[in-house]
């Protein structure tokens, strides 16, 4: 057995010798082209803020997609790139760990703390700050004056809490170069609450918002970035958890929930795998058994695994995704991500796929030598939340950024070694 280990072992450190240094650089002649990127800021949500394992903390916050382009950016005449860092790595306290728990390996709160200087406003001392990415915020937040009174993670390092906005701040700073990763929470909104809550902003609405942004930081003459949106079945928040996850094994629990639910004809038990049972209001039994497709939050594990959800007590509606639910989706972010592409192509600005990236990792992928997938907690590639990325994923992510604006601006920015960034850590 361990001869067998050998190999992979000294493979790995083989291959470690030659990822510790930064890929795909050209040492000789790291260039902006004809993109100018002497003061860059980024605007965004949680995605660019460096939001990950459930929470905004500092080396999270260091890893972050925009701080990673930043880094390579001042090979090609960046100075300063300033992040409204917390104080600590607690954040405001919902920051994820993973730990043993009855047996299992799940994600579990940190616990400790948070610094006070958390939830002070730190521009005056601090100030001005370079990334811009708010958790929470949706496309038409960046525009709201007064936004920072409503979310504390603007609030911490607005220019000015009841007059500021996000893109006011940005333009303050006079971009010569910016990135702009914004839309995404106005799917998920929608999508986290089941459908339930949040309605998607339409899309005639975030054509207007965004093309608005995109017209206000150009108009100067700055150069951008600007990435779409993904495609919530590649989140394994949504994708973790199988419809068919209720496992039985013993006849006599098959037997009395087939009796429990004998006038519902439409629901059926067998030993092996069985779909969820669902509360649906549309349905003439007011409940029914999940179909192929459809999709659990992970947010129901914990009721699945100790409270019966889905057997005995039927999984409401805030908890999972019906397939006209998830068409909604899909077409939203189909007509999202055709806005966002045809405002790139219509100003000349590079453009990232991030969605596509994320659909070819899916199954798995390799960056770097590394194997990678959108798997939760094994795959890498998203943090302990199951929604946001983790500091791979953001240098994966921001290796996606770097390359699309060589393209668009014939630069030559050099890469980041995906293998320097931590991994989940296991306890």
Not at 76 to 97: A, C, K, S, W, Y
Not at 273 to 300: C, K, M, S, W, Y
Request: glycine share 10%; with cysteine; aromatic share 10%.
């Amino acid at each position: 057995m361990a001869k067998n280990n050998i190999f992979p072992i000294i493979l790995f450190i083989f291959i470690g010798l030659f990822t510790s240094c930064e890929a795909d650089i050209d040492k000789h002649s790291p260039s902006a082209g004809d993109a100018d990127l002497s003061t860059f800021v980024s605007l965004g949500n949680s995605l660019t803020a460096g939001f990950m394992d459930g929470e905004l903390f500092r080396e999270g916050q260091h890893n972050s997609v925009a701080n990673i382009m930043a880094g390579q950016f001042m090979h090609t005449g960046l100075e300063d790139f300033n992040q409204p860092l917390m104080h600590d790595d607690i954040g405001f306290g919902n920051r994820l760990v993973l730990a043993q728990v009855e047996g299992q390996l799940l994600p579990v709160p940190i616990g400790g703390t948070p610094d006070p200087g958390n939830y002070e406003n730190i521009y005056d001392a601090e100030g001005p700050f370079h990334n811009l990415g708010v958790p929470g915020a949706k496309t038409q937040h960046l525009l709201f004056e007064g936004y920072a009174a409503l979310n504390p993670y603007y609030g911490r390092f607005a220019a000015n809490i009841a007059t500021s906005s996000i893109l006011g701040d940005a333009l303050v700073l006079n971009p010569s170069f910016f990135s702009l990763w914004i839309g995404s929470n106005d799917i998920l909104g929608y999508a986290l609450d089941g459908g339930e809550g949040d309605n998607i902003l339409p899309p005639e609405e975030f054509r207007a918002a965004y093309q608005y942004l995109v017209q206000q930081l150009t108009q100067g003459g700055a150069k951008g970035v600007t990435a779409n949106i993904v495609d919530i079945t590649t989140i394994p928040f949504f994708t973790t958890v199988p419809y068919n996850a209720l496992l039985l094994t013993d006849p006599d629990v098959v037997a009395a929930l087939n009796m429990a639910y004998a006038e519902a004809p439409h629901i059926e038990f067998d030993i092996g795998p069985n779909p969820l049972v669902v509360v649906d209001t549309e349905h003439p039994a007011g409940f029914r058994q999940l179909e192929t497709g459809e999709l659990i939050l992970l947010t129901a594990l914990d009721g699945i695994q100790n409270e019966n959800w889905g057997s005995q007590v039927p999984l409401t509606a805030e908890y999972y995704l019906s397939l006209e639910q998830i068409n909604h989706i899909a077409e939203a972010v189909n007509e999202y991500n055709d806005i966002i592409h045809n405002t790139a192509t219509e100003t000349n600005m590079a453009f990232v796929d991030v969605n596509e990236l994320l659909r070819e990792a899916e199954p798995g992928i390799y960056f770097d030598a590394i194997g990678f997938s959108t798997d939760f907690v094994s795959g890498g590639i998203f943090s302990l939340d199951g929604i946001h990325l983790s500091s791979r994923g953001n240098a994966i992510v921001a290796n996606e950024f770097i390359a699309a604006i060589n393209t668009q601006y014939n630069a030559s920015i050099p890469k980041v070694a995906i293998g320097n960034y931590p991994g989940i850590i296991f306890p």
